[in-house]
C-alpha cells in the first residue's frame, strides 16, 4: 500500500476531491495547512507572506493504483502557476478498519 499526500491550492480542493470520486478513489482525508514551497512565500507590495493556505488530501491505494491517482490530482490541481503544490508518496506498512479489525484498505 500507499500513501499520496498532496499539497494543492485551497481553491482546487473540491475540483480534486471530485476528480478522484470520479477515477473510482472516493476515499480521503483533507485538511487545512500553512506552508511555503521554495519561493519562500509571495510578496505583496511591502508585505510578505511566507506561510501560505494550502490544503491537504491525503489518499490511500494498492500499490498499482498510485500513478492513476497521482495524475488524477495533477490534472486536477493543475493551473500552470507557481504555488501548484507538491505530491509525496510514502509506503504504507498496515491499515486497520476500527470498527471491524479488518486489516487493509
Not at 497521482?70 to 501548484?84: K, N
Request: aromatic share 4%; glycine share 8%.
Amino acid at each position: 500500500m500507499k500513501m499520496v499526500r498532496a499539497i494543492i491550492r485551497p481553491d482546487k480542493e473540491a475540483e480534486v476531491a471530485s476528480a478522484l470520486a470520479k477515477a473510482n478513489f472516493p476515499a480521503l482525508t483533507k485538511w487545512d495547512v500553512l506552508g511555503r514551497g521554495k519561493q519562500q512565500g509571495v510578496q505583496v507590495g511591502g508585505q510578505v507572506y511566507d506561510e501560505l493556505s494550502k490544503s491537504m488530501v491525503l489518499v490511500v491505494v494498492e500499490d498499482d493504483q498510485v500513478d492513476s491517482v497521482r495524475q488524477t490530482i495533477e490534472d486536477a490541481a493543475f493551473t500552470s502557476h507557481p504555488g501548484d503544490g507538491k505530491i509525496f508518496v510514502t509506503s504504507v506498512d498496515s491499515a486497520h478498519t476500527i470498527r471491524t479489525g479488518q486489516a487493509g484498505i
